[in-house]
């Protein structure tokens, strides 16, 4: 496979599969496992409606738990697989493969058909910038691939810093991601650095850079999937604030304008469609990421995190006009955000075919 033939397809795209890693006593979760693990049995059961779930488990024990619960929750067992692998933690949006895909191409007599090849990029994974403890996650792209779980695939492991949720494409050649990210991660590498790696690495025709955007809670030093996202028809979703007493109020109205203010390769504005802002949630004196932009996307179907909040469902009416063609399934995810992440974060999403 070669450089030119790869792509980095939008998320919209079709999928095999969701990843995710299930929470256990010996992770971050432990405290609250009972609660977290409702937060689990939801996700699984609205990704099975549209497509298979893939579940990393750290033993057999862990396995049979998370068989027996979501099974008593009327999960369908032919939907799910499981996969025995070590991890530190469950963002799998961070730890997980980002995969490029083989454009289509005519074939060329005597060469191999690449039709449906992959190519999984294993980027370094540092605990968000050494926060935490990542040995394990570090190592989980390369041990899944050891596995065999993906097929038809190449993998490239690449000595830099990046998470998945720190970047988002259009699957037509153009990032976003935030300066605050990146920059803390390399602070010695300058913006067009950064940039001629993103785009080669990910085979992107440009970058767009945030300058503003940072919720508190968040220690993902401001991903972009907790603030912007792209959606199809060259329009991004971001999280707003119409709270002008709200802490978050001027930094997200400033984010608002840099969007507005970006084009498209083609010159024109994006469409946007903002999130509603959900009020203040406290646990023990501390504020949580309560971020409607950390949507995931399925195959027929987005799913919003719910945070038990009435700007839930009017979230939900911004993607469903954001994504008329699919259906918006509400996940309750409050539990997950006491760990500083939420729903796209505890997932990621497999092309069609890799597995």
Not at 313 to 339: G, K, M, S, T, Y
Request: charged letters at 20%.
């Amino acid at each position: 496979m070669t450089d030119h033939a790869l792509r980095f397809p939008a998320e919209w795209e079709p999928q095999s599969a969701i990843l995710i890693a299930w929470p256990h006593a010996g992770t971050d979760w432990a405290a609250r496992l009972p609660e977290v693990e409702t937060t689990y049995v939801a996700l699984a059961a609205a990704v099975t409606r549209f497509q298979p779930l893939l579940i990393c488990v750290p033993d057999a024990e862990v396995q049979a738990h998370a068989q027996a619960l979501l099974g008593r929750h009327g999960i369908p067992p032919q939907r799910l697989r499981f996969v025995r692998v070590p991890y530190d933690d469950t963002w799998l949006r961070d730890s997980g493969p980002i995969t490029l895909t083989a454009r289509p191409s005519p074939r060329i007599p005597g060469e191999s058909d690449e039709a449906g090849a992959f190519h999984l990029l294993d980027f370094r994974f540092t605990g968000w910038g050494g926060k935490f403890e990542a040995g394990a996650d570090d190592r989980l792209v390369e041990r899944l691939n050891k596995l065999n779980l993906f097929i038809n695939n190449s993998m490239q492991s690449i000595d830099f810093a990046l998470e998945g949720g720190a970047i988002d494409t259009d699957g037509a050649g153009t990032l976003l991601t935030t300066w605050r990210c990146l920059h803390e991660r390399h602070p010695l590498a300058s913006r067009t650095e950064l940039t001629f790696r993103l785009s080669g690495w990910l085979h992107q025709d440009r970058v767009l850079w945030l300058d503003h955007g940072a919720l508190e809670g968040d220690d993902t030093d401001a991903h972009i999937d907790t603030l912007a996202r792209f959606a199809p028809g060259d329009a991004i979703v971001f999280q707003a604030c119409d709270d002008p007493a709200d802490s978050h109020h001027a930094d997200l109205k400033a984010m608002a304008d840099e969007i507005a203010a970006l084009r498209t390769q083609g010159g024109k504005p994006y469409r946007l469609f903002p999130l509603p802002w959900a009020r203040p949630i406290m646990d023990e004196g501390r504020r949580l990421a309560a971020s409607y932009a950390n949507f995931l996307i399925l195959n027929g179907a987005v799913l919003l995190p719910a945070y038990g909040d009435p700007a839930d469902d009017r979230a939900a009416a911004v993607l469903a006009q954001a994504f008329p063609d699919r259906e918006i399934v509400q996940v309750p995810c409050r539990p997950l955000i006491w760990q500083n992440g939420s729903l796209h974060c505890i997932t990621m999403q497999l092309p069609a075919g890799l597995v």
